[in-house]
């Protein structure tokens, strides 16, 4: 059955999605940003043509991201956002009532134009909390004085301008850049997309290498290659799965409930790795 | 950009896999049952047009509905797979070594001999632990005298011959032919298809009233709908989270050391459900 223009095809994902219409499209110094109304997601984001979100399915990358980090820090404060320019990670950082400055730094100010138009429930953009900052992470991490309890990198695939924030340079400056608690998270790509696993492999070691504990974990996120999705969560003290840590996810029922996808036992339960997963990160 | 003749798309799924030739294509007194070869996933079947299993990705969905329900019951002999065609399922359960008779009752012959011919690493039909008959699963198990330690429902969809899988009636009987011990385990859809939450609604509720324990668990299978799908285990007697449980999943390395994705934590992380997929099944 030969498909229609109207329908969006991402190659990598091997998904098909039917469009209504085309809603933004903008060519920035970095890539291309665009947005379509779509049959049954909501709208949907691509840059150069790579799904970011959609209104349907952003909940769970957005609360995985960000509270596995949150509440494994016993109590955040500072926060620093490496990309996140549709602002979700940055509304669910927002959530947790200890934090009193959240810095976003965004490289593209068009991925945050197409979220304020398109996304007006993903971005809590006027909280007085928020600080966004248009110029690259990768040199912001390496020259700011400030100390963060939580660095959440968000970023893109490891191809066009996000392939810095792969590479243990990078992670070394965020390691320096978190206070003795701190901690880490970042996107890292699909397990079943096997062209990404050197990417993965390497974030892996360096970030092995560098805190005292790291470790991996998974979320279903329907829109992205083949529906798996990878994080690291790297800290200097404490672990992710700690007695403490998952006490503490426990305790804020308000927070909780405005949730609908984390609660502490999918924290827990996203740690535990398929045979073949855990394979592609051990030597 | 439009896609080719030569591309399987699932309206269902929203997923579009490309195809290098029609391998298979019979229609039976119950189905039209479909092989393709594909560009990424190996062989691919279809029934009526649904994704049922491909070479690459069979072992998620074999292995997750097998060794929880195998694990769960302290020493399965006898185990009763419903549907299971294309052998994934009895080639699972038969890797344990309590086992002495797998009866296997696939409605549709000729799933059984797509399998044969384009999926020979799925199905372990020389076994002489296993019995396939062709007949109706939901009229076998009214009749049987036989009592099972173990009964997988691996059905399709419930549309078309597998409709009756997720009746009240038929699980009522499931419950009569399982011994005192006893554990079922069932597909039950992706939470993610909303068309489908009245039946995993019903199957949940009608095992819950039947069982004593009954919980739902969750894996990735990239190739069906979302790559998010569920399951159920029910059983009379012992939790599939108890300590027990764990500790017998644990036990068996060589076992173990076969699978591409169970491993004793992957058996208790299943269970963690996201509060979107609770929602669905509570009250």
Redesign the interface.
């Known amino acids: 059955?030969?498909?229609?223009?109207n329908?969006f095809?991402n190659e990598q994902t091997?998904?098909?999605?039917?469009l209504k219409k085309k809603l933004f499209s903008k060519k920035s110094e970095y890539q291309l940003v665009e947005v379509f109304e779509t049959d049954t997601w909501g709208n949907l984001m691509t840059i150069d043509g790579m799904v970011m979100l959609s209104e349907r399915d952003e909940f769970?990358y957005h609360e995985m991201l960000s509270h596995v980090a949150m509440f494994t820090h016993p109590e955040p404060k500072r926060v620093l956002i490496i990309g996140g320019g549709d602002g979700g990670t940055a509304r669910e950082v927002l959530k947790h009532p200890s934090v009193e400055q959240v810095d976003m730094v965004e490289i593209d100010e068009t991925v945050v134009e197409a979220s304020k138009l398109h996304f007006p429930g993903v971005g809590d953009f006027d909280n007085p909390k928020l600080n966004v900052k248009f110029e690259d992470g990768i040199e912001f991490v390496k020259n700011t004085a400030a100390s963060y309890d939580v660095i959440i990198i968000d970023g893109s695939d490891p191809i066009g301008p996000a392939v810095g924030l792969f590479e243990r340079d990078f992670l070394k400056t965020c390691f320096d850049a978190l206070a003795d608690n701190g901690v880490l998270t970042s996107q890292t790509e699909s397990p079943?997309v096997e062209s990404y696993h050197p990417s993965m492999k390497k974030v892996f070691t360096s970030l092995g290498d560098l805190f005292p504990i790291t470790k991996m974990y998974?979320s279903?996120?329907?829109l992205y290659p083949?529906?798996?999705w990878s994080m690291a969560c790297a800290t200097k003290k404490e672990s992710p799965l700690s007695d403490e840590v998952l006490k503490r996810a426990s305790s804020n029922t308000y927070l909780l409930n405005s949730?609908?996808?984390?609660?502490p036992?999918?924290h827990?339960?996203?740690?535990?790795?398929?045979?073949?997963v855990k394979r592609i990160i051990e030597d």
């Open positions: 059955m030969p498909l229609q223009y329908e095809y091997g998904l098909t999605v039917g769970v079943w998974l279903y996120i329907p083949a529906g798996m949730l609908d996808y984390y609660n036992e999918v827990r339960g996203a740690f535990a790795l398929p045979n073949f």
